[in-house]
Nanobody
Framework: QVQLVESGGGLVQAGGSLRLSCAAS????????MGWYRQAPGKQRELVAT???????NYADSVKGRFTISRDNAKNTLYLQMNSLRPEDTAVYYC???????????????WGQGTQVTVSS
């Protein structure tokens, strides 16, 4: 019924850039928030950046000044521009969204399937 599909991951050298996309589709009435999380091998999933319906943004300290989150509301698509990538940014990146669906009063959280980002030194 609802899908979040990420794309844009890949292998990049340290100092390089990547742009991730997350397209939300389905019976979406409106978006409460969208965000990016990541999980490195052997570590817990952690917040990278989020943006609310009011376009407020929040970043993890480790990515501030390097990553930029943005959203195209007309396309229900979330982006993450990642610059000055470091080997420690290597992880599976997941999109998460809080969505108001048609016919429902309260928002529901959804996760994408994840996209691998690998940064070589």
């Amino acid at each position: 019924q609802v899908q979040l599909v990420e794309s844009g991951g890949g292998l990049v050298q340290a100092g390089g850039s990547l742009r991730l996309s997350c397209a939300a589709s389905g019976s979406i009435r409106s978006i409460k928030y969208m965000g990016w999380y990541r999980q490195a091998p052997g570590k817990q999933r952690e917040l990278v950046a989020t943006t609310t319906s009011g376009e407020a943004t929040n970043y993890a300290d480790s990515v501030k000044g390097r990553f930029t989150i943005s959203r195209d509301n007309a396309k229900n698509t979330l982006y993450l521009q990642m610059n000055s990538l470091r080997p420690e940014d290597t992880a599976v990146y997941y999109c998460k969204a809080g969505l108001y669906l048609w016919g429902r009063i309260y928002p529901t959280d959804y996760w994408g399937q994840g996209t691998q980002v690998t940064v070589s030194s």
